[in-house]
Every structure is written in C-alpha cells, then in structure tokens.
C-alpha cells in the first residue's frame, strides 16, 4: 500500500489568502505530481517533479507554485486564492522503472 | 499529442452482472502504458489493472480483465460479478515512455453504479 499523505483534506478560505497544500510521501519516490480535478472530471497535470530541486509545469496552466526542497515533500501554494481556484487537488507519486503512480485522499479547496 | 477518450458518462449494472466501460486513445508512441483507476466517492484513487503496450496477452486482476486491442487504440475494462463497492467514478490513464516524465493523461471518466 502506498503511503502518501495530502493536508488539509478540505479547506475553504477567503478570497486573497495566500494558501500552501501540503503533500508527503514516504516511499523514497523521486517522481511527484500534482492534479487539479473538478467535481465529477478529470484530472489534469499542473505540475511535476523528477527529484529534489526539480520543477515542471504541467500541460494545464496554474497559478500556483510548487517546490522540491526533499525527496519527500512536494507542496503546492498558491500566492493569493480567488474563486476560479476552487477545486480539487491531488498528488501522487511514482518510484522508477514501470512503476504506476499512487494517489494521495487530495485536498478539496473551496474559495468564498 | 495523446489524447483518452472515455465515451460513457455514466453507467449501470445490477449487483453480479458483468459490466465493460470503454476507452480509446490516440498516439504516435509505440511504447507505453495504459491504466484504469478507480475514485469512489470522496476517497484515493486507486490503481485498478495496467497494460503494457508491448505485451499482446490482455491484464487481468481477479473480477477485472481488459481488453486492449492495441491496433484499434481501444482499451475496454471488464467487471466481473460486480458488487456494490465497485460503485465509483473509473478513469483510463494513457503514460507515455519516450519522455521518461511517467505523467498520466486521463480520459474523462466513466461513473459507474452498482444496484442491489
């Protein structure tokens, strides 16, 4: 079983804060994902990661940041939250050779 | 560009009847993975069954079998003797191996429901 770990898991804010989503593995993976989901949608890539200090956008366009300070952490932030944020967000990550990826519980945020 | 087309918003079968949810793709890679995942309701998803391209025998994993036709770019999930925790939304998942970024590309999604 995959252990890899996303807070808070719901989160609604006012509009401007400055919100960071947290995302841990402990599986020593070197890939990590985030994916930001509608309800009912799919999941589409906002950014990636190959290790530490390694950083990619992904094929959807987000206005959030991320960073890979450890191999096990992986968080997302976003500067100043707005209304078209709201969303579900999830991370997962993948070890090497033909690995699949493992899902976190995701972090459902609601921006007022 | 890979695209994954999941063509069935919604579907439903009785409790132990046999249900299969559809999935086609489109790209150039001649190696790759493909990947079902299931995310019931307000829980993780989860690895269901994957495919490599180059194996030509179809995966199967206990009451879950696909069918991967890999000329056609067809890549249909099998549930056998469905049960009611099988009710939640299914995702086929395209990963290319040329780039080595190991991302997915998900298809829309299929929401399936179990009935008693």
């Known amino acids: 079983e995959a252990d890899i770990y996303q807070t808070p898991r719901y989160l609604v804010i006012g509009t401007g804060k400055k919100i960071t989503l947290e995302c841990s593995q402990t599986?020593?993976?070197?890939?990590m994902y985030w994916y930001q989901q509608d309800p009912g949608m799919e999941l589409h890539l906002i950014h990636y990661?190959?290790?530490?200090?390694?950083?990619e956008k992904g094929d959807l366009s987000s206005e959030s940041t991320v960073s890979r300070i450890r191999t096990e952490h992986f968080p997302l932030t976003l500067e100043s939250a707005r209304p078209s944020h709201t969303s579900q967000y999830l991370c997962a990550s993948r070890g090497r050779g033909d690995q699949p990826q493992h899902f976190g519980d995701g972090t459902r945020l609601s921006i007022l | 560009a890979q695209t994954v087309t999941q063509s069935q918003p919604e579907m439903s079968v009785q409790e132990a009847e046999t249900v299969t949810l559809s999935c086609t793709y489109d790209t150039s890679e001649n190696n790759y993975y493909l990947f079902w995942y299931k995310q019931p309701p307000s829980r993780q998803m989860i690895l269901v069954i994957r495919?490599?391209?180059?194996?030509?025998q179809n995966a199967t994993e206990n009451r879950f079998s696909v069918n991967f036709q890999k000329a056609a770019k067809s890549f249909s999930l099998k549930i056998s003797d469905s049960q009611l925790g099988d009710t939640a939304m299914y995702f086929c998942?395209?990963?290319?191996?040329?780039?080595?970024?190991?991302?997915?590309?998900f298809g829309q999604g299929t929401t399936l429901q179990v009935k008693p």
């Open positions: 495919q490599e391209a180059y194996k030509q």
């Open positions: 599986m020593g993976h070197d890939k």
């Open positions: 998942a395209f990963m290319g191996l040329s780039s080595n970024t190991g991302k997915l590309i």
């Open positions: 990661s190959y290790g530490v200090n390694s950083t």
